[in-house]
Nanobody, 121 residues
């Protein structure tokens, strides 16, 4: 069993920054690709940024140049640095990861519980 726990959300003013963390724990052999998604009220969940095991990254057009995804494999943790936040960034942010477990090396996909980010003056 693997758990993903997001943290770092909160209420900030436009233009400010936040750093989200996604920490994985449990029976982990290796974490492959990880993505940060967000879901605003009344909207579909969307991919914000993703990172592969080899550190290749991909960003939604709406966050390019403002958000940076990174990972620390030694800590089984992925980060999302969010700068120049806008009100339209307000959403629940979720972490999603493909994890190969330590038991049989099977690959599973996991979601975290989400962390709220609110950008408002």
């Amino acid at each position: 069993q693997v758990q993903l726990v997001e943290s770092g959300g909160g209420l900030v003013q436009p233009g400010e920054s936040l750093r989200l963390s996604c920490a994985a724990s449990g029976s982990i052999f290796r974490i492959n690709a990880v993505g940060w998604y967000r879901q605003a009220p009344g909207k579909q969940r969307e991919l914000v940024a993703s990172i592969t095991r080899g550190d290749s990254t991909n960003y939604a057009d709406s966050v390019k140049g403002r958000f940076t995804i990174s990972r620390d494999n030694s800590k089984n943790t992925v980060y999302l640095q969010m700068n120049s936040l806008k009100p339209e960034d307000t959403a629940v942010y979720y972490c999603n990861a493909d994890v190969r477990n330590a038991a049989g090396y099977d690959l599973y996909n996991y979601w975290g519980q989400g962390t709220q980010v609110t950008v408002s003056s």
